[in-house]
Nanobody, 126 residues
């Protein structure tokens, strides 16, 4: 079964850190770009970060300098390290892949996403 499993969301205080994981099964994630979307309460879904099959990375302006994406091909997984979290980062985070090797289309054309994680809740609150 082809799937992505998100994990790592939690309640954290402002200024805190979390590390999200995205583990693939049923296919080889290393062949493809993978990224995270998020959707906060009352907000539109937005692209957060993406890493290509060649390790090129992209970030939304709102998270640059605070979030870092990586992947471990041996574990068939990707990770999103989130530091200096702010209340506006509160959202459900979904990892996703459109099974392309580059990130150029993942956020520009989210209708092309082929595999979605189930989502993990990040709640930044004092």
């Amino acid at each position: 079964q082809v799937q992505l499993v998100d994990s790592g969301g939690d309640l954290v205080q402002p200024g805190g850190s979390l590390r999200l994981s995205c583990t693939a099964s049923g296919f080889t994630l290393s062949y493809y770009a993978v990224g995270w979307f998020r959707q906060g309460p009352g907000k539109e879904r937005e692209g957060v970060s993406c890493i290509s099959s060649m390790m090129a990375t992209t970030y939304a302006d709102s998270v640059k300098g605070r979030f870092s994406i990586s992947r471990d091909n041996a574990r068939n997984a990707a990770f999103l390290q989130m530091d200096a979290l702010q209340p506006e980062d509160t959202a459900v985070y979904y990892c996703a892949t459109d099974r392309r090797t580059i990130c150029d289309y993942l956020f520009a054309a989210p209708g092309g996403v082929e595999v979605w994680g189930q989502g993990t809740l990040v709640n930044v609150s004092a």
